[in-house]
């Protein structure tokens, strides 16, 4: 076969059983990665600036819960009624950790946490309170906004669906 | 003399000028006027043998029809969330016979008391029909556009009449003095099938983040 004749094959190729089976395999593969491993995420807002910036493109990968517990400074993404509209959070404090937000700077169980990701200036103050078992604490990195505007708070592991990819 | 014979005819059922029509029957004849007529299954399946395209065509349209015409209970409850989606936005510049027209489509979406439960905001009572429709048009003066989409519906049918339903609703608007708003929360609501309609009588605001 001329290599004309194999880019002619590759571009039109002949409607076999064979071809047709192939284009379903493909589909099928494309269907379930991205709607159940590797979901397609913009995101909207700017409540992780400036880590994620508004309008940006990113990949939610599922499979990371499984691998791995939540930590720290992990950002995930949190599920609300279905995976059509979810909320990217960064967890700043696990299960049974107290937290705390004095003068825009985190406490957990009474410790300065540093936090280098979040770069805009901060004047929060959030009286202690425990994390609940099975939950997590999460808050977005962009603090320069009032703390009532700010939509943040602890969630249950389980509504955790995935991590950004990058 | 003819010398060509069209398909299907037989030289004897050639007519020649003067012939008589009614010649008398071969036994050939005889036997086919005795045959009952096809039956009407078998011209189905021929008609469908003969323009496969059309029967899958006609197949398709009969689908949707049926669809169409007998809605299941899940896409009627699916419409009254789109009604309630249409009455509650609001496009830049809408006027005021919009405006009024809209109020009075609020009012059959919800039954005579309702709940709502919103945590966050320190609401938690039923509210009659009335109290909603005026919540709701004083709600939507606050803002020159405003839209309320509802994505990710999960219905279940706990018992007959009763159609509970888990989503997550999206509020987008700019206020009246310049300020955007975008919200997003889950929503759980109840819906009751009272005289043939499924009308609103709970709506609960799930915490999803816990300050």
Redesign the interface.
């Known amino acids: 076969m001329t290599s004309k004749n194999r880019l002619r094959q590759f571009f039109f190729p002949s409607i076999t059983p064979k071809f047709l089976l192939r284009v379903v395999g493909v589909a099928l593969s494309a269907y379930l990665v991205f709607s159940y491993v590797l979901i397609p995420i913009h995101i909207q807002g700017s409540s992780m600036e400036p880590t994620y910036h508004n309008g940006s493109i990113n990949f939610c990968w599922t499979l990371s819960p499984l691998f791995s517990k939540p930590r720290r400074h992990d950002v995930v993404t949190v599920h609300l009624a279905g995976h059509s509209v979810m909320l990217l959070k960064r967890i700043i404090a696990l299960e049974g950790e107290r937290i705390e937000f004095r003068d825009g700077k985190l406490l957990v169980d009474g410790n300065k946490i540093d936090e280098p990701y979040v770069r805009y200036p901060c004047d929060w103050n959030l009286p202690p309170r425990q994390v609940e078992q099975g939950s997590v604490y999460v808050v977005g990195d962009n603090r320069n906004m009032p703390i009532e505007d700010h939509l943040f708070g602890q969630t249950s592991i389980n509504r955790i669906v995935g991590v950004p990819l990058w | 003399m003819v010398k060509t014979v069209s398909q299907g005819q037989t030289r004897s059922s050639i007519q020649t000028p003067g012939q008589d029509n009614l010649s008398r029957p071969t036994s050939g004849q005889v036997g086919q006027r005795r045959r009952t007529p096809p039956r009407p299954s078998l011209s189905l399946l021929a008609a469908v043998k003969k323009h496969p395209v059309i029967a899958v065509l006609a197949l398709i349209l009969s689908v949707l029809a049926v669809f169409t015409l007998f809605p299941s209970e899940k896409k009627k409850v699916k419409k009254q969330f789109e009604a309630l989606s249409r009455v509650v936005s609001k496009e830049p510049g809408e006027n005021v016979f919009t405006t009024a027209r809209k109020a009075k489509e609020i009012v059959p979406l919800f039954d005579e008391n309702c709940e709502l439960i919103m945590p966050a905001d320190s609401v938690s009572g039923y509210f009659s029909r009335g109290e909603i429709t005026s919540y709701a048009i004083r709600g939507r003066t606050q803002f020159s556009d405003l839209s309320l989409t509802f ?4 219905i279940t049918f706990p018992d007959r009449g009763t159609a509970k339903v ?3 609703a ?1 509020l987008k608007g700019k206020g009246v003095n310049g300020d955007k708003v ?1 919200e ?4 759980k609501s109840t819906l009751k099938k009272i005289e043939r309609k499924w009308l609103f009588v709970a709506f609960e605001v ?6």
């Open positions: 994505v990710d519906l999960s888990v989503l997550t999206k975008d997003t929360r889950e929503v799930v915490e999803v983040l816990k300050k």
